[in-house]
């Protein structure tokens, strides 16, 4: 008789966004749709980078530094910043 093949225990899925809407994307789970003014945002900027107004580089920069200015409590964000504090 073959050994039967032992299979783990399914990590429990994160629960998904409290508020708005999200996609569930296959191994990172539930992630978040921005709203709409971001949404916009990314796209014209996005726009500019297409037609070589802004340098990706910048629009990079750009695109960073407004998600750190709309999500200042991310959980990302918290860990890496207990990590350095630790360290």
């Keep these: 008789m073959p050994p039967t093949p032992v299979t783990p225990p399914a990590s429990p899925a994160p629960d998904p966004p409290a508020t708005g809407r999200y996609v569930d994307v296959p191994l990172l789970g539930p992630v978040g749709w921005p709203p709409t003014g971001t949404l916009a945002f990314v796209v014209v900027l996005g726009g500019l980078v297409a037609v070589d107004i802004l340098a990706w580089p ?9 998600v750190l200015a709309r999500d200042h409590d991310h959980r990302l964000l918290r860990e890496v910043g207990e ?5």
């Design 58 to 66: 910048v629009a990079l920069a750009i695109g960073a530094g407004h």
């Design 83 to 87: 990590t350095l504090q630790e360290a």
